[in-house]
């Protein structure tokens, strides 16, 4: 079945790279999802990449997409104590175009 | 601003008790979703609603209901057979479109049953 996983906590050291990790079962992901929630909040929009897209750059985040692998990352560079959240990926398949596909979050920990 | 309401913020709710939490968009957003948030769990998805009077179980609707009388509004009922309402109530919403079909999110609701 469908299924997205991610690693639960990364905690990092404040101005070094925060990397984490997603991956999905099923190869007919159409579009995938980086969701930051700050604690209490709603989620907000980070960054998605079609499935078409090996990489995609945005200011201080950076995607990488490896389809063979189905395994998808979120590069933090130069991370900040407000990049402290929980980071949710998420996956829209093919098949099933009315929902997503949740991972259950990756708590970030920065450390100054 | 466009955006997503959802009220109240906090709510505190008897055993027995029906309580419904508001959602309101003013984004002209097609569909509209309730899920569910628990510690460790993700999101999980309750009801959603693709267009006015018409919407679909989620995975884990049980104990809930909802309505969609205007595109704006989508609110959701958790009713006295949910066994374990405690939770952070999260609601979004979308245009139906081809692309990335973005979902905005509100600032959730928490329920606590006493």
């Known amino acids: 079945g469908e299924d997205v996983e991610q690693s639960l906590f990364l905690s990092v050291r404040e101005g070094d790279s925060s990397v984490i990790n997603c991956t999905y079962t099923d190869s007919s992901s159409t579009y995938l999802y980086w969701y930051k929630q700050e604690p209490g909040a709603g989620l907000q929009l980070l960054t998605y990449?079609?499935?078409n897209m090996d990489m995609k750059q945005d200011q201080r985040l950076t995607v990488l997409l490896n389809k063979k692998d189905k395994h998808l990352s979120l590069r933090i560079a130069d991370t900040q104590t407000g990049d402290s959240a929980i980071y949710f990926c998420a996956a829209r398949f093919a098949g099933n175009n009315r929902k997503l596909i949740w991972g259950l979050g990756t708590s970030l920990a920065v450390n100054p | 601003d466009g955006g997503i309401t959802q009220s109240p913020k906090y709510l505190f709710r008897k055993e027995g008790q029906n309580v419904t939490l508001s959602c309101e968009q003013n984004l002209n957003h097609d569909a509209m979703y309730w899920y569910r948030q628990d510690p460790g769990q993700g999101l999980r998805l309750i009801y959603y609603s693709q267009i006015v009077n018409d919407f679909q179980k989620g995975d884990i609707a049980e104990g809930y209901s909802v309505s969609r009388e205007k595109k704006e509004s989508f609110p959701l009922t958790v009713t006295s057979a949910q066994k374990n309402p405690t939770a952070f109530y999260l609601c979004?919403?979308?245009?139906?479109?081809?692309?990335?079909?973005?979902?905005?999110f509100g600032a959730g609701s928490r329920l606590t049953v006493l």
């Open positions: 990449i079609f499935s």
């Open positions: 979004a919403s979308k245009v139906i479109r081809s692309g990335a079909n973005v979902l905005t």
